[in-house]
């Protein structure tokens, strides 16, 4: 009789886990979701602990200098708090951008991978070596799957790029020139996303399809897009841009919410910055869309201290703050970028001064747009509830406005009506109505 042998020892390989760390603007939260998708794809499971993932990304910021900071900083950060044997990655804008610069300078980093060079555990020869980077196989960012969303909202990036030449911004330098995604390809990923309130951002939205030879293709791409969702929200549209038509296809999108990318009033300033239009112009189209459609909620950016800015430029954009009236406002310093423009203007605004420009126009902003919410209170409005307790109506973007508290038994995912109880800041406070 023979003798039964062993049964061969089987070798299971332990799951292989990542860490994903985003930094900067909605656009890069885009394709830190589509890097995700690749590597869950590869069979890596996600995961928040820094300590327990095999690999550890970092997709960085380089708008500005501030953001470059930070996204350094995070990546000493994580170097210090990844496990033994883990690798650690550094993707995006910075890496993009500063690529042999950064691999020379950080060598606690494992890999600089820049746009369209994928993100994985594998090895590879040369470690940093930027040659190496150059034999990695290409991938087309903006059209990868990316994983179905996990609350009822979602970015959804329409283009990358930029063709445009604002004095201050470097993006077309590192993001290359507009580049539209095909119809087919959204609607899609949105279809994918499985969502109640799809966000659309690119780096010029209302610009959307004018590389493919179709200007003017975000109109029917926005309804293309509401036939699918309950919500469609725009981010970051050119004052030029908003034409009769987009105006029109907004307010029939469900959220009458208009992000508009004026950067200061003054018409003198403005052609410093080598921008377009001036305050008038941009109070005439608010007007007029309140005109139309009086629940409208208008966002703007606008640039303190660029090279150039007089008192009466000051003074001119806090005047124009207090008529327009906006709901939401953002307000950020200059910073002086190599290769652009106004790197090199004469002029250059004092960091001291850019500071209480910057506190004068912010304090003034706080007033309005408290006074704005305080009005809301008693009113009856629509929110769709992101996570138990938290509700968004058609005035607040996500993660970059205020929100509504509401009662935590609301479900996420759905919208209710509720009436507006009590403002505090930015923030909202609400109970069901049929409660009320």
């Known amino acids: 009789m023979l003798a039964t042998p062993y049964p061969r020892e089987v070798m299971v390989q332990p799951q292989q886990r990542f860490h994903l760390h985003t930094l ?47 996204s350094i900083n995070a990546v000493l950060q994580l170097e210090q708090e990844r496990m033994p044997g883990s690798r650690i990655v550094i993707t995006g804008c910075l890496a993009e951008r500063y690529g042999e610069e950064l691999a020379e300078a950080l060598p606690e980093v494992d890999h600089v991978a820049g746009f369209g060079v994928p993100v994985n555990l594998s090895q590879k020869p040369g470690g940093l070596s930027v040659e190496a980077e150059a034999q990695a196989p290409q991938f087309d960012l903006l059209n990868l799957r990316r994983p179905a969303a996990s609350l009822p909202w979602a970015y959804v990036k329409i283009a990358e790029g930029c063709d445009r030449a604002c004095g201050f911004c470097a993006i077309p330098s590192f993001r290359g020139p507009q580049k539209s995604r095909e119809v087919d390809s959204i609607l899609r990923e949105v279809d994918d996303l499985s969502i109640r309130e799809a966000v659309l951002v690119a780096q010029d939205l209302a610009s959307y399809g004018s590389d493919l030879g179709r200007r003017g293709s975000i109109v029917s791409l926005v309804n293309a897009v509401r036939e699918r969702v309950e919500r469609v929200r ?25 992000d508009l990318s004026l ?47 007089t008192e009466d430029d000051q003074a001119e954009l806090v005047s124009w703050l207090q008529e327009a009236q906006l709901d939401w406002c953002g307000f950020f310093t200059y910073s002086r970028e190599d290769g652009t423009y106004a790197a090199n203007l004469e002029e250059q605004i004092s960091e001291e001064l850019m500071r209480e420009r910057h506190a004068e126009l912010s304090e003034i ?9 305080d009005r809301l209170v008693g009113q009856k409005i629509e929110v769709l509830i992101d996570v138990p307790g938290v509700g968004r109506s058609h005035r607040e973007a996500p993660e970059i406005d205020g929100i509504v508290k509401v009662p935590s038994i609301l479900k996420p995912g759905e919208i209710y009506d509720v009436v507006v109880t009590r403002a505090e800041g930015p923030d909202l406070e609400a109970v069901l109505a049929e409660m009320s």
């Open 234 to 258: 725009l981010l970051y549209l050119y004052p030029s841009d908003l034409s009769d038509e987009l105006i029109e296809a907004i307010l029939a999108s469900g959220l009458p919410y208009f």
């Open 263 to 309: 950067q200061h009033v003054t018409r003198s300033h403005l052609r410093r910055m080598r921008r377009w239009g001036d305050g008038g112009k941009f109070l005439e189209r608010i007007r007029r869309i309140r005109g139309l459609c009086p629940e409208a909620v208008f966002r703007s950016n606008f640039i303190v201290g660029y090279p150039g800015e």
């Open 365 to 373: 902003q706080d007033v309005i747009t408290a006074d704005r919410r």
């Open 24 to 70: 900067g603007c909605p656009k890069n939260q885009v394709d830190s979701d589509k890097i995700a998708g690749t590597l869950i794809d590869d069979g890596l499971v996600p995961t928040e602990d820094v300590s327990s993932a095999n690999l550890v990304v970092v997709n960085t910021c380089a708008f500005i200098e501030e953001a470059r900071e930070e």
